[in-house]
């Protein structure tokens, strides 16, 4: 995990937060456990889309690509 934490402060709706505090309950894991790994899911999915709408850009041949840098 992180070597170095901070104590962090954000608001949730109500309902969230009654569903979370089930959870953990549930699951036996602290709160901060699962919106941590909740978190981290969530950027590997924003990372997967951008690199997802990156492939989607068109591309050019690498000769073209060095001839217009002037290589």
Same mark, same amino acid.
């Given at each position: 995990?992180? &070597? @170095?934490?901070?104590? %962090?402060?954000?608001?949730?709706?109500?309902?969230?937060?009654?569903? !979370?505090?089930?959870?953990?309950?549930?699951?036996?894991?602290? &709160? @901060?456990?699962?919106? %941590?790994?909740?978190?981290?899911?969530?950027?590997?999915?924003?990372? !997967?889309?951008?690199?997802?709408?990156?492939?989607?850009?068109?591309?050019?041949?690498?000769? %073209?690509?060095?001839?217009?840098?002037?290589?």
């Amino acid at each position: 995990m992180y &070597k @170095t934490v901070k104590p %962090t402060t954000f608001t949730l709706p109500l309902p969230l937060l009654d569903e !979370l505090d089930h959870l953990a309950k549930s699951l036996g894991k602290k &709160k @901060t456990a699962i919106v %941590t790994e909740a978190l981290e899911m969530y950027m590997d999915m924003n990372d !997967l889309k951008q690199a997802e709408a990156r492939l989607e850009e068109p591309t050019i041949e690498a000769d %073209t690509f060095f001839e217009e840098l002037g290589v």
